[in-house]
């Protein structure tokens, strides 16, 4: 900064930046310091330090490893990086969070369908009659036959207990007979509106396969299992416990919640002193005055001037999903030439909903998968700025997965917001182009062109249908190649990222996203002190060890919470 440009500065600003360059500081010791440390501070202005001084939440000072020595105190905690990256906490912008459940069956990544089968013979034989058997995370494109799982696969093995098994996207799930029974569903069932129970081509049997709206007609008529409320809420808690714990693990220091989110259980965790993870909890979209008004005073109550609760956004479902393909388009699939997808609500809903959550100020955010889904949602984003003026509203398309090329300069000309998931991309490459053809795709995960077009992106996993690791998705944004390697340059690979744009999309996007940028998703003087040491320079690894990588230490708020 020049002489000149200083004059204008007030005089406690020039102070600060006095302060934060000399080795002179004679203020209060930092409580805690990192140095020898490389470290991406994802502030334009500063990219690269050494060294970070942290006071109480704050970050107080960024620089070399000589002008942080000034900070060190006797009591201040020193962390020797040893020459390590640091970056900001990572920032997952969409997570469905929730404490963990011991008795889920976990199938994610499962290519043999006869593990389904397998997993449940053990669950059900550590049970009661007529205890709910749950889990999921199952996805049939990436077993081997690519088929379907039916009931047939449980029906053996849980003839006397419900049994519900939900796919990765958690818009199907797949049940046995018995669910079937209670649910009093037959061939001659019709579809509900937004939903599908799929049906055996021959016999028209349903097939344990229920998809979108066509979920709600399950009944599992299940006996509960004989617990004591007490019982139950320790349960619950452990379930917490190992969540933050495992949250803390990853490095992710904030998550956003698209929907739900019960402030109140994070305040109790919070005020016990446990909450290691900043959150935004979320409503539903909706045009009722009463439970708009409803979430008015949650809003108040959880504010967005505050750090750790906070009320974010009210969240709607315009689609489903490419994986159930049931994810909305102007043209048919290409291997199902019979549908477009299932819109979740009308336009006449969908309008009427986002003028009335706009015109209360509410940030909204729309699940929208499909290239006619997020056309509607652009429109209605539009159309609220036409009827209640132009604000600084960032409302959201949740996923923006497939988009026309008219629709992707839309976005920063209406300051939408593309909340993406980066794995998903890497999920959903292997069927994308079978169900909407080479043409389509090109505007499939358009990160690079979203960006390109002025578009601001915000980064997360859609946790628990994809991992909430964030390294899986830093990999996903750079390669746009599967999991487990290939050969070449990735599907469009002129989409790919940067290691440093994606993680920038992953901290500071994902920031931006719930109005925080003055203050999170950088290591800057001023901001929250949310940061976390990597074990290997992502910025420098061959990519087939990003995924491996792991986090050293993790500190939230200015407090180490995890250390390997
Ligand atoms: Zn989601």
């Not at 929730?98 to 199938?107: A, F, K, M, N, R």
Request: with cysteine; glycine share 8%; net charge negative.
């Amino acid at each position: 900064m020049s002489a000149h440009a200083r004059s204008f500065l007030p005089a406690a600003a020039l102070l600060a930046i006095t302060v934060a360059c000399e080795p002179s500081y004679t203020g209060p010791p930092a409580d805690l310091v990192v140095r020898n440390a490389n470290v991406l501070t994802i502030d334009k202005d500063h990219p690269r330090a050494e060294a970070v001084a942290v006071i109480g939440e704050e970050i107080v000072a960024v620089g070399s490893d000589r002008a942080i020595e000034a900070y060190i105190g006797e009591a201040t905690e020193v962390i020797d990086a040893d020459g390590r990256l640091v970056v900001p906490g990572f920032n997952d912008a969409h997570a469905h969070y929730g404490p963990l459940d011991p008795e889920y069956i976990e199938l994610r990544y499962i290519t043999d369908p006869q593990v389904i089968t397998e997993r449940v013979r053990e669950r059900v034989a550590q049970v009661e009659p007529g205890v709910l058997i749950r889990g999921g995370h199952w996805e049939h494109e990436m077993f081997t036959d690519r088929q379907w799982p039916t009931k047939e696969l449980l029906d053996d093995v849980a003839p006397n207990n419900p049994v519900s098994l939900s796919r990765a996207d958690g818009h199907s799930t797949l049940v046995n007979s018995y669910v079937i029974g209670a649910s009093g569903i037959t061939k001659d069932t019709p579809d509900p509106p937004g939903g599908e129970i799929q049906k055996d081509p021959v016999t028209g049997e349903p097939t344990g396969i229920f998809k979108e709206s066509a979920q709600r007609l399950l009944e599992y008529d299940a006996v509960e299992v004989d617990r004591t409320p007490e019982e139950t809420a320790a349960l619950r808690d452990q379930g917490w416990e190992q969540m933050l714990e495992h949250t803390r693990s990853l490095g992710v220091t904030s998550i956003q919640h698209p929907g739900g989110g019960d402030a109140e259980t994070y305040q109790r965790m919070m005020d016990q002193g446990r909450l290691t993870v900043r959150v935004d909890v979320a409503g539903s979209l909706t045009d009722d005055p009463e439970r708009l008004a409803a979430y008015d005073s949650l809003r108040t109550r959880y504010p967005p001037e505050g750090n750790w609760i906070r009320f974010g956004m009210l969240k709607g479902f315009m689609d489903g999903t490419l994986g159930s393909g049931t994810a909305m388009f102007f043209e048919p699939y290409e291997d199902d030439p019979d549908t477009r997808g299932l819109p979740q609500m009308s336009q006449e809903e969908l309008e009427a909903r986002v003028l009335a959550a706009d015109a209360m100020g509410f940030q909204i955010g729309i699940h929208a998968i499909g290239t006619e889904a997020n056309h509607w949602i652009l429109n209605a984003f539009e159309k609220a700025r036409e009827a209640n003026g132009v604000r600084d509203s960032r409302h959201r398309s949740e996923h923006a997965q497939v988009l026309t090329d008219s629709d992707i300069p839309r976005f920063a000309e209406l300051g939408v917001i593309a909340s993406m998931q980066p794995t998903h991309c890497i999920t959903d490459k292997r069927f994308a182009e079978k169900r909407i053809g080479l043409e389509r795709s090109r505007g499939a995960y358009a990160w690079r062109r979203l960006l390109d077009a002025g578009a601001k992106i915000a980064f997360g996993t859609d946790y628990s249908v994809e991992p909430l690791n964030p390294m899986e998705g830093l990999y996903a944004a750079v390669t746009r190649k599967d999991r487990l390697g290939e050969e070449g340059e990735g599907w469009f690979p002129d989409q790919k990222l940067t290691m440093e744009e994606a993680i920038e999309l992953y901290t500071l996007g994902s920031a931006y996203a719930q109005f925080m940028e003055d203050r999170k998703g950088m290591i800057k003087e001023g901001y929250l002190a949310d940061l976390v040491i990597v074990d290997r320079d992502l910025l420098t690894i061959p990519e087939d060890q990003i995924m491996q990588t792991l986090l050293d230490v993790t500190v939230v708020g200015g407090k180490v919470v995890y250390r390997r």
